[in-house]
Each structure stands twice: as C-alpha cells, then as structure tokens.
C-alpha cells in the first residue's frame, strides 16, 4: 500500500448508502479521504467512523475542504442502515465485491479481514499519504489530521 504514494488514485465507480452511482472522478480538482473499513458494526469500524465523525466539520473546514469516503464490502442497505444508526455525515460506498479495495492494494489478513486503511489524495489525484488503522483508528484520524497541516502553505493546501 505505502508504495501506492506518489501514484495517481485508481478511478473507479461504487453505489452510495442511498443505491445512488458515485463517481471518484466528479471530485477530481478536490482534497479526499478514502477510507476502507472491514464491516459496519464491528466495534473497531464502528469507532473508526466515529472517529471521522468527530472530526468531519474540520476537515471540511479547511481550505479546500477535505471530503471523506468510507468503502467496505458491505451491501448498500447495510451501509444505508450504519450510515444513519452513527448519523454519519460523510459518503459510505458499496465494494462488495473488493475490486476498488484491489485497485487501492488494501491486503486481507490471515485470509479473512480486510485491512483498514486510508488515502490521502490531492486535487490531482496523487496518493500523499497512506495509513494503516488495524487497531488503532481514534490515533488514526490524528494522524491525517496531521499529514494534512505538512502539506498545507500558510493554512491553504499547496
């Protein structure tokens, strides 16, 4: 994964929460955050979003704002039903069948768990940072927090 930096973003297509098509390219020209997740309701995921969460008026705070995507191989109606169980404010997308996962080389442990794990990407689409937030996702969100204030100039994203 960490030799996915430097690299443009795989484009790609998934259905949102609410079965709608998303497009990773209408938001070409804009800072995200792609997060994959093992399964909505597993106590870690549940607090990585969360987490996310928290966090979200500030990331869309900064200037540009940041939008974040969460992806797992939940179904849409189980994204639907996590999505408004958390009131989470951000996109979850549908990757039941690990294509997008793939294309980002998101490993699966020991076979059977999908990996947790964020992208950085900038308004043209190169991967800036890459993390890995197995057991540790409230540091996790910390962490890009972090690595988006080293890339911004004066408050404003170079």
């Not at 909505?40 to 939008?67: H, I, M, N, W």
């Not at 999908?114 to 990407?121: D, G, H, L, R």
Request: proline fraction near 5%; glycine fraction near 6%.
């Amino acid at each position: 994964m960490s030799s996915m930096i430097g690299q443009k973003a795989p484009d790609f297509s998934l259905q949102t929460s609410e079965g709608e098509q998303f497009n990773f390219s209408d938001l070409d020209g804009s800072w995200k955050v792609v997060f994959f997740y093992a399964k909505a309701g597993s106590p870690t995921c549940k607090r990585g979003c969360l987490t996310f969460k928290q966090q979200y008026d500030l990331f869309r705070s900064l200037e540009p704002s940041v939008e974040i995507i969460g992806i797992s191989q939940d179904s849409v109606k189980q994204h639907r039903e996590f999505k408004q169980e958390l009131e989470l404010p951000f996109i979850l997308l549908s990757d039941s069948d690990r294509k997008v996962a793939d294309m980002f080389k998101v490993p699966v442990h020991l076979g059977t768990f999908p990996a947790k794990s964020s992208f950085v990407i900038g308004p043209d689409n190169t991967i800036h940072h890459v993390y890995d937030w197995l057991f540790r996702p409230r540091r996790h969100v910390a962490k890009i927090l972090d690595s988006l204030s080293k890339i911004t100039d004066g408050g404003r994203f170079s």
